[in-house]
């Protein structure tokens, strides 16, 4: 039988202890819900129960929450259930890691920041090399973060030119079939890349510098035979290039430009006789010197929490082996004979 333990808190600030409850105790609900303690508040100290292995967990994950508080970070849902994760995987450690450094400043005065030690390691990634291969699942901020960093390298002019681009591959849909000119058909496969850009810089002084032509936004196919200098280049949903877009694309690449790929290889829409871009480049350019390969996990999803267990369901249904074909109602149909 487990012993029952009891741990003590201590909170320096009040104004840390409300951030760490949250709203109507939600977060502490959490930690108590996830790790099968109970914590209660008696004045500047934070009393926890239960069984030990589980109360030093929580302990920690308080502890995290806290020194998060105090340095003036938010203290949300996702922030806590990522907190539990390092803490159940003994990489508690690692929360001094978060949240350090802002990426860039959205046009609502918003300041953007890497979340995780995973989107930690991908913008570092992005600084250090001149291309940077982003796989993950959705909502690990891929696309997001990439697009902070070009607004943030646009603005210090280290470059002179952001340009965004996907590829445009139906996914159940037909371009024929979408209203207006070709313009119109491409511009709901690059939604995504536009929504980035209004939140980073308004949608005013995103009209001025795609009016300009400082900023671009096209489909992959228009970056045939061009050569791009002085620029921040992503390419989104990357899983969806052929092997030959993908070496047109990274072909491109010209003086004084930084390139950011991003993709999820659970969600390719070619068809089953294409490779993918994305999963070939990977094979292809993981030793190449100034090309950096960041992975991202479920335990980086930025999302809503059901994100994280949806991704996490997938990937274990595609871990168990398919069911016979001799099914139940074969099985019926032949004794029936």
């Known amino acids: ?200 810089l308004g949608p005013e002084t995103f009209q001025k510098y795609q009016e300009r032509g400082s900023i671009e936004v096209a489909p992959l196919a228009y970056m045939r035979g061009r050569t791009l200098d002085d620029s921040f280049i992503i390419l989104d949903e990357a899983q969806n290039t052929t092997r030959e877009q993908m070496k047109m694309f990274l072909t491109r690449l010209g003086f004084g430009s930084k390139i950011v790929i991003t993709g999820d290889v659970t969600q390719i829409d070619l068809p089953d006789d294409k490779v993918s871009g994305l999963k070939d480049a990977v094979r292809v350019l993981g030793d190449v010197k100034d090309i950096a390969i960041c992975t991202l996990t479920s335990a980086d999803v930025v999302r809503h929490a059901l994100v994280q267990q949806i991704i996490n369901a997938y990937e274990k249904a595609d871990r168990k082996p398919e069911p016979p074909k001799n099914s139940n109602a074969q099985r019926k149909r032949n004794y029936g004979k």
């Open 1 to 200: 039988m487990s012993l029952i333990t009891e741990r003590i808190v201590n909170v320096d600030r009040v104004e840390d202890l409300i951030a760490v409850f949250g709203s109507f105790d939600e977060n502490i609900k959490k930690i108590e819900e996830t790790l099968n303690v109970s914590i209660v508040n008696r004045g500047n100290e934070l009393k926890i129960n239960g069984e030990a292995e589980a109360v030093d967990k929580a302990a920690r994950t308080v502890e995290g929450l806290l020194a998060l508080a105090a340095r003036g970070e938010t203290i949300d849902e996702q922030r806590v259930r990522y907190l539990i994760t390092l803490v159940q995987e003994g990489n508690d450690a690692l929360v001094s890691q978060m949240a350090k450094d802002v990426v860039c400043i959205t046009a609502k005065g918003k300041p953007i920041k890497a979340k995780t030690v995973g989107q930690q390691n991908y913008m570092k990634a992005i600084q250090s090399n001149t291309i940077t291969i982003g796989v993950g699942p959705a909502g690990t901020g891929k696309t997001y973060l990439a697009v902070a960093a070009a607004v943030a390298a646009f603005r210090e002019r280290t470059v002179n030119r952001i340009i965004l681009t996907r590829p445009a591959v139906e996914a159940g849909e037909r371009l024929g079939f979408l209203p207006g000119d070709l313009q119109n058909k491409v511009d709901p496969y690059l939604r995504p890349l536009y929504d980035a850009l209004y939140d980073m």
